[in-house]
């Protein structure tokens, strides 16, 4: 199994604005929403068997998890100019990406289901 870097960087460029406008507009439901569609994406992107898509998924999960918490930290500790902020910010990171890598991994496998029925 090869790792389709194009499809992985599709998720992740699409995960970061989902994550933001849909964590805006719906709260958790919408973090939810944003990193499953994110990793549907990469999987149907990916194609191939189910495995294939469970593995895009997360690793577009735990990435855009990352990227999301770092932007997130940073422009909380400006706005709040404090360092604890920092510092919490990057130990509930890895939670929070481990989260979404399970979540996108979902979508990634529902993504190639979708690409092998649709016939692509």
Known sequence: M???????IIGIVAAIPLLFVLLMGLGSLGGFL????????AGYLAGGNAKNGLVHGALVGFLGGI????????ASAFVFQSSV???????VS???????????AIGGAIGVLINSNVGN
């Not at 944003?34 to 994406?41: F, P, R």
């Not at 990227?67 to 940073?74: E, G, M, R």
């Open 94 to 104: 890895i939670l929070i990406s481990i989260v979404f890598g399970f979540i996108a």
């Open 34 to 41: 944003g990193i499953l569609i994110a990793g549907l994406i």
């Open 2 to 8: 090869l790792i389709n870097l194009k499809a992985i």
């Open 67 to 74: 990227i999301y918490t770092f932007v997130y930290t940073f």
């Open 85 to 91: 902020v920092i510092g919490l910010g990057f130990m």
